[in-house]
């Protein structure tokens, strides 16, 4: 199978302008880019944690977007498109909505941005979907979750082409990520997964993670399950911890890496890491004095552990990095079929 890929590869790249062929990357061909190393130097030293900077990983992650997406362009006459759909006037997705347009443009990419109503039928929004994912000029399509009340997510998440859902969550892409096929992997998972990897080389001079034992606090199918599933496939030794599991401390405490997306503020205190560990805070919450704090409590664990993502400023970018990323690899992918 190698070898056919890399005979693919070569007659793919030989069809392209010489100029498009210098810009693709060996990331046409794998299922996301975690073999991306952006050079990046974060402080730290032996006697502090190392803060894993999301927003500069994801910039990294961005400019080599922008290369891909200019020979997408050369290619096809057109740059990589996603199209995000919007329902009803939520403003923290609206604003959500914004950044990942300006995002996507600023990586060389086209955004479509489907504004329904909140009262829209279940109907009328998964007659939308399934029209954009018919749309050849279309590669990525993602639904802005969550949804108003009233509409069914796993029915409109069915309606969107598994191979244009960016985000991952299609019931199709979750069952190929369960038997370690190739196909878009969740953008959040998928980012943890590349901060872990980053933070383990910057402390080790390698991102193998081979052997290490991950707990994921939070059992989501959003986050938790596909999470676990990634660092499954990077050979962990995976737990995955929720609100039944007896003594969380405890087990947190064997942890290697810490993943936190359980969607509570400042819960995983230093009680719960393992010294030198590298800790991943998915978590996002806004405290009553205004403060946006993660599901593990910073302050408390900085001193303890080996790395740390902060928030904000740690997973959230790097989601948004993945999104484009996956959309980015849908055209490229669509050229090759294409051939």
Same mark, same amino acid.
């Given at each position: 199978?190698?070898?056919?890929?890399?005979?693919?590869?070569?007659?793919?790249?030989?069809?392209?302008?010489?100029?498009?062929?210098?810009?693709?990357?060996?990331?046409?061909?794998?299922?996301?880019?975690?073999?991306?190393?952006?050079?990046? &130097?974060?402080?730290?030293?032996?006697? !502090?944690?190392? $803060?894993?900077?999301?927003?500069?990983?994801?910039?990294?992650?961005?400019?080599?977007?922008?290369?891909?997406?200019?020979?997408?362009?050369?290619?096809?006459?057109?740059?990589?498109? +996603?199209?995000?759909?919007?329902?009803?006037?939520?403003?923290?997705?609206?604003?959500?909505?914004?950044?990942?347009?300006? @995002?996507?443009?600023?990586?060389?990419?086209?955004?479509?941005?489907?504004?329904?109503?909140?009262?829209?039928?279940?109907? =009328?929004?998964?007659?939308?979907?399934?029209?954009?994912?018919?749309?050849? #000029?279309? &590669?990525?399509?993602?639904?802005?979750?969550?949804?108003?009340?009233?509409?069914?997510?796993? !029915?409109?998440?069915?309606?969107? !082409?598994?191979?244009?859902?960016?985000?991952?969550?299609?019931?199709?892409?979750?069952?190929?990520?369960? @038997?370690?096929?190739?196909?878009?992997?969740?953008?959040?998972?998928?980012?943890?997964?590349?901060?872990?990897?980053?933070?383990?080389?910057? +402390?080790?001079?390698?991102? &193998?993670?081979?052997? =290490?034992?991950?707990?994921? $606090?939070?059992?989501?199918?959003?986050?938790?399950?596909?999470?676990?599933?990634?660092?499954?496939?990077?050979?962990?030794? $995976?737990?995955?911890?929720?609100?039944?599991?007896?003594?969380?401390?405890?087990?947190?405490?064997?942890?290697?890496?810490?993943?936190?997306?359980?969607? @509570?503020?400042?819960?995983?205190?230093?009680?719960?890491?393992?010294?030198?560990?590298? $800790?991943? #805070?998915?978590?996002?919450?806004?405290?009553?004095?205004?403060?946006?704090?993660?599901?593990? #409590?910073?302050?408390?664990?900085?001193?303890?552990?080996?790395?740390?993502?902060?928030?904000?400023?740690?997973?959230?970018?790097?989601?948004?990095?993945?999104? +484009?990323?996956?959309?980015?690899?849908?055209?490229? @992918?669509?050229?090759?079929?294409? =051939?």
């Amino acid at each position: 199978m190698r070898d056919l890929a890399m005979g693919l590869r070569a007659i793919f790249l030989l069809g392209l302008p010489a100029k498009a062929r210098l810009m693709y990357s060996d990331t046409l061909f794998k299922s996301d880019v975690l073999r991306q190393k952006p050079p990046i &130097d974060y402080p730290g030293s032996a006697m !502090s944690a190392l $803060v894993i900077d999301g927003k500069n990983y994801a910039a990294s992650v961005e400019a080599q977007l922008h290369e891909r997406s200019a020979a997408v362009k050369e290619t096809l006459g057109r740059p990589p498109v +996603l199209a995000v759909v919007l329902v009803g006037d939520n403003p923290a997705s609206r604003v959500y909505v914004q950044s990942k347009s300006r @995002r996507a443009k600023k990586c060389g990419m086209e955004a479509i941005d489907i504004a329904l109503p909140a009262d829209v039928a279940q109907e =009328k929004l998964e007659s939308e979907l399934r029209a954009l994912g018919k749309r050849h #000029d279309v &590669d990525g399509i993602l639904l802005q979750l969550p949804l108003p009340k009233g509409l069914d997510e796993f !029915s409109a998440l069915m309606a969107i !082409s598994p191979e244009k859902d960016v985000d991952g969550l299609h019931p199709v892409n979750q069952g190929m990520l369960l @038997r370690g096929a190739k196909a878009h992997r969740p953008c959040t998972p998928l980012g943890c997964l590349l901060l872990a990897k980053h933070a383990s080389e910057q +402390l080790y001079g390698s991102n &193998d993670l081979a052997g =290490k034992h991950v707990a994921v $606090v939070g059992r989501s199918i959003l986050v938790g399950k596909p999470a676990a599933l990634l660092f499954l496939e990077e050979n962990c030794t $995976v737990t995955i911890c929720h609100s039944r599991t007896k003594d969380l401390p405890a087990e947190c405490r064997r942890a290697d890496i810490l993943v936190a997306a359980v969607g @509570r503020p400042q819960m995983i205190k230093s009680d719960f890491v393992k010294p030198g560990s590298i $800790v991943i #805070d998915v978590g996002i919450n806004r405290l009553d004095d205004g403060r946006l704090v993660g599901d593990v #409590d910073y302050d408390d664990v900085l001193e303890q552990v080996a790395a740390i993502t902060p928030v904000p400023g740690g997973v959230g970018p790097m989601t948004i990095a993945m999104l +484009l990323s996956n959309t980015v690899l849908e055209a490229e @992918r669509k050229i090759l079929e294409e =051939k």
